[in-house]
């Protein structure tokens, strides 16, 4: 298990933006498919856009892409993801999570999971 640290939630109006970052305090990232999975009041958790270790391969969710931009940061060993014209629908905990493997829509293929930052976005 890879302790992770979600930030950068937070409240925002519709078409504003937000950048969450995901670090793991005792661990590296550098190896790991990392994903961003969101989970709306009463909805499954779902996958938001996921980067591959040693990047640029990246997988993205239709209802983000275009919106989204997820990517690393080697020198500060984190995860990001730009979040543009944020929609009332995209309101939900974010989390992190890692996977030995390769980044999938399916959460099955994460072991590792941070505990969430909430991103709100409304009027």
């Known amino acids: 298990q890879v302790r992770l640290v979600e930030s950068g939630g937070g409240f925002v109006m519709p078409g504003g933006s937000l950048k969450l970052s995901c670090t793991a305090p005792?661990?590296?990232?550098?190896?790991?498919?990392v994903g961003w999975f969101r989970q709306a009041p009463g909805k499954e958790r779902e996958m938001v856009s996921c980067?591959?270790?040693?990047?640029?391969?990246?997988l993205d969710a239709d209802s983000v892409r275009g919106r989204f931009t997820i990517s690393r940061d080697d020198a500060k060993d984190m995860v990001q993801l730009q979040m543009n014209n944020l929609k009332a629908e995209d309101t939900a905990i974010y989390y992190c999570?890692?996977?030995?493997?390769?980044?999938?829509?399916?959460?099955?293929?994460?072991?590792?999971w941070g505990q969430g930052t909430q991103v709100t976005v409304s009027a």
């Open positions: 999570a890692t996977s030995a493997t390769f980044c999938a829509f399916s959460s099955g293929y994460f072991r590792s």
């Open positions: 005792d661990y590296t990232l550098k190896y790991l498919a």
């Open positions: 980067i591959n270790s040693g990047g640029p391969t990246t």
